[in-house]
C-alpha cells in the first residue's frame, strides 16, 4: 500500500542536531587532547627556539676561565671547591635539585720524584714544566708535579731500552730481536694506545720501570710553533696521566660502590693480587729530558717507523746507558665529588636522560675536562630558562658533573655501580662530554648508532660561525666535511676512554660523546691545557663551545619530549651487518677456511633495505 511521504522533519532534525552535537563534542575533545599533549611536553617545539637562544659565547668564557682559574685535581680542596660551585650554578640556573654526592675512592699523589742517566754521563731530568710569562695559570706552584697516577713506588737502576709506542707489535719486535726486558728500564713514547697498556706490557716482560715522554714528531716542534708561539708541546711540557690497568672504577671496590661501609681490598692487593694497578715504577717525562737519555742508547738502531724527531740516533739498546727512578707515591684513600642535578619527569618520571661531563683535572684542565663541563652547563643554563618559563619536561632529565675521572674513570663508575639497577630500568640515553672543544677543523661524533638519524637532524639547525658574507654553515655541514663525504654522516664507535663507559659497556645504556675537534691539540695533560691556550688557539671567540650547548640540549629535548623515542634501529641492524662482515673478512684472512659459520649470525641481523645516511 503506498503511503505519501510525511512533511513532518522533527526526526530529522533531532538525528542532524545529535550529529552537530557529536561532532562538537569530538572537536573539543580532540582540543583537550592537544592541549594536554603540549602542556605535557612544555609545547616543546617553542620552547626548544628559546632554548637555542640562551647559551653564549660570553658565559661560556666566563664559565671556562673560572673552572681553570686554578689546578684541580681530584680529592684536592680546589676540586671540592668546583663541585660547590658547578651544585650553585645549576640551581641558579633554576635546576631545582641539585646535589653534591660523595665516594671514598683510592687516588694517588706524587711525594718524590727522580729520574737520572748515571753510565755512560750523568744528567739529572728535570722533570718540571717552565712558567710561561703569557700564559698566567702556568707558574701556580699549586699545580701537582709531574707523575702518572697509580704508578707504584720504587728505587731501581737499569739498562734503557727504547720501545717506540709500547704496543704489542713493538714488544713482539723486540723479542723477536731475542731482547730480554727482565731488570731493564723501558722508555716509550706517548701515543697510538692507552699508556696504562705500555706500562703493563712492559712489566708482563720484566721490566722494573717505565718511562713516558712526548717526541716532537707526534705533538712538538715537527708540527709547528711551539707553545705560546702556536700551539706545539714545548721541550719541557710533559703528559701526566693515569696507568691503571683497571676497566673503570675505584681500583679497590671493583664491580661495587665505594660507600664508606663498603668492604675494601688493600692498595697492595690492588697491585700484586688483583692487577688493577702497576706494581713498577713510572714517570712522565719530557722530550727534553727525554733526549740525553736516547742520545745514551747505543746499540741495535731502531727500525725507520721507529725514529723521532729529536735531533739523536733512535736506538733500541740495551744499554750502555744506564737510569736511576725513584719514585714515592702516596696512595691514599680520599673523599671526591660528583654533582647531580635533575629535573623530574611529568608525565614518565620513570625515564631518565643523562648529559654528563667529568669536572677533575691533572691541572687546570681548560680543554679537558673543562670544555666539556663549560658545554654542559650552558645547556643546563639553557634547559633552566625553559623552566623557568613553565616548560615541563615528559620524562626525566639528570646532569651529571663527575669526579675523579683521569685515574679510572671514578665518579661515573661508581655512580653506575650505585645505581644500577635504577639506570638498568629508567636510563634512556646517555651524552658525554669531555676534551668537547680542542679546535674547530672537524666535528666528531660517536655512540650507538641508533641515534645518528636524530643526531643528523638535529646538528642541521645549529649553526657554527663562519666568515662576513659567506654562507651559513651548519655542524652537520661540518661533521661531513669531516668524513670526507657531504652525503653522508656515520657516528663512530665508542671506545673505552671517559665516562661513557659505565653507561655503554657495564650496563648497555644508549650513548653518545661529542666533540669539536683540531690535529694540533698538543698541550694535553699539561700545565699549558690552560684558558689562555683555548683561547688562543683552541677556540678563541667561544662560539663552538655555545654551538655544542645547543647540540647537546636540543640532542636531549628530543629524548626527552617526543612521545615515540627516536631511536632508528633500522640504522643499527645495517651497523650490526657491516660489523658482521668486518670480523668474517678477518677470520678468512687468519685461520683456516670454514672454522666458523658466520650464517646464523647474518640471519639474525637479517640485512635491511640499503639506507643512504643523510
Known amino acids: 500500500m503506498y503511503e505519501p511521504v ?179 728500564i723501558v722508555i716509550v713514547r706517548y701515543g697510538k694506545i692507552f699508556r696504562g697498556n705500555k706500562v703493563q706490557l712492559a712489566a708482563q716482560r720484566g721490566a722494573i720501570g717505565v718511562l713516558i715522554y712526548s717526541d716532537p714528531a707526534d705533538d712538538g716542534f715537527a708540527r709547528g710553533p711551539v707553545y705560546p708561539e702556536g700551539p706545539y708541546r714545548t721541550n719541557t711540557s710533559v703528559q701526566r696521566g693515569s696507568v691503571s690497568y683497571a676497566l673503570g672504577g675505584d681500583p679497590i671496590t671493583p664491580g661495587y660502590p665505594s660507600t664508606p661501609n663498603a668492604p675494601r681490598y688493600t692498595f697492595q692487593q690492588a697491585r700484586n693480587e688483583m692487577y688493577q694497578l702497576p706494581n713498577i715504577p713510572v714517570q712522565p717525562i719530557s722530550y727534553g729530558d727525554a ?111 663527575w669526579d675523579a675521572e683521569e685515574y679510572n674513570l671514578i665518579g661515573s663508575v661508581e655512580f653506575v655501580e650505585q645505581y644500577e639497577k635504577l639506570l638498568i630500568e629508567q636510563g634512556v640515553i646517555y651524552i658525554n662530554l669531555d676534551t668537547a672543544v680542542f679546535g674547530t677543523e672537524s666535528f666528531s661524533a660517536s655512540g650507538v648508532p641508533s641515534i645518528g638519524e636524530i643526531l643528523r637532524s638535529s646538528s642541521k639547525r645549529i649553526n657554527i660561525p663562519t666568515p662576513k658574507d659567506t654562507p651559513a654553515k651548519t655542524i652537520y655541514n661540518l661533521w661531513s666535511q669531516s668524513q670526507g663525504n657531504i652525503n653522508q654522516t656515520k657516528l663512530d664507535l665508542l671506545g673505552s676512554g671517559s665516562d661513557f663507559l659505565g653507561f655503554i659497556s657495564h650496563i648497555g645504556i644508549p650513548s653518545a660523546d661529542l666533540s669539536f675537534e683540531s690535529d694540533d691539540y698538543a698541550v694535553y695533560h699539561s700545565n699549558y691545557d690552560s684558558y689562555y691556550w683555548t683561547s688562543h688557539f683552541g677556540d678563541p ?45 678477518y677470520a678468512k684472512a687468519t685461520l683456516p677456511a670454514d672454522t666458523f659459520n658466520f650464517s646464523p649470525l647474518y640471519e639474525s641481523v637479517s640485512r635491511p633495505q640499503p639506507r643512504r645516511f643523510r
Not at 658565559?59 to 689546578?71: D, I, Q
Not at 643554563?381 to 618559563?389: L, M, P, S, V
Not at 628530543?558 to 650490526?576: C, G, M, N, R
Request: aromatic share 10%.
Open 6 to 184: 510525511s512533511n513532518d522533519n522533527s526526526g530529522s532534525n533531532k538525528k542532524r542536531r545529535l550529529i552537530i552535537s557529536l561532532l562538537l563534542i569530538l572537536v573539543i575533545l580532540i582540543i583537550i587532547i592537544i592541549i594536554v599533549a603540549v602542556t605535557a611536553s612544555g609545547g616543546s617545539s617553542n620552547y626548544e627556539d628559546i632554548f637555542l637562544s640562551v647559551p653564549s659565547p660570553e658565559n661560556a668564557r666566563e664559565t671556562s676561565k673560572h673552572l681553570s682559574s686554578a689546578p684541580h685535581i681530584a680529592g684536592s680542596y680546589e676540586d671540592y671547591d668546583t663541585a660547590v660551585w658547578v651544585r650553585d650554578q645549576f640551581l641558579e640556573y633554576g635546576i631545582p635539585d641539585a646535589q653534591i654526592q660523595t665516594y671514598e675512592v683510592m687516588l694517588s699523589y706524587p711525594v718524590q720524584r727522580r729520574v737520572a742517566l748515571v753510565y755512560p754521563s750523568s744528567y739529572e731530568c728535570v722533570l718540571k714544566e717552565e712558567a710561561i710569562p703569557e700564559d698566567e695559570t702556568s707558574g701556580d706552584p699549586r699545580a701537582i708535579d709531574t707523575f702518572n697516577g697509580y704508578s707504584d713506588s720504587g728505587d731501581v737502576e737499569g739498562e734503557l731500552v727504547y720501545a717506540n709506542y709500547g704496543r704489542i707489535e713493538d714488544f713482539e719486535e723486540l723479542d723477536n730481536m731475542g731482547l730480554n726486558l727482565t731488570g731493564k
Open 291 to 401: 733526549a740525553p737519555l736516547l742520545s745514551s742508547i747505543e746499540l741495535n738502531p731502531a727500525p725507520a717507523a721507529w725514529r723521532g724527531a729529536l735531533p739523536l740516533n733512535y736506538n733500541i739498546g740495551p744499554g750502555p746507558a744506564r737510569v736511576q727512578m725513584n719514585i714515592t707515591v702516596n696512595d691514599t684513600r680520599t673523599t671526591i665529588w660528583n654533582v647531580i642535578a635533575r629535573i623530574k619527569g611529568s608525565v614518565e618520571p620513570d625515564r631518565l636522560v643523562l648529559i654528563g661531563s667529568h669536572r677533575d683535572a691533572w691541572t687546570f684542565g681548560n680543554v679537558d675536562p673543562i670544555s666539556g663541563q663549560t658545554t654542559m652547563l650552558e645547556a643546563a643554563r639553557g634547559i633552566g630558562q625553559i623552566y623557568k618559563k613553565g616548560w615541563r619536561p615528559r620524562r626525566s632529565i639528570m646532569f651529571c658533573s
Open 541 to 585: 671567540t667561544f662560539e663552538y663551545h655555545t654551538s655544542l650547548a645547543k647540540l647537546t640540549g636540543l640532542l636531549a629535548l628530543q629524548f626527552i619530549d617526543s612521545k615515540v623515542l627516536p631511536f632508528d634501529l633500522t640504522e643499527y641492524a645495517s651497523y650490526l651487518y657491516d660489523w658482521i662482515k668486518e670480523v668474517e673478512n
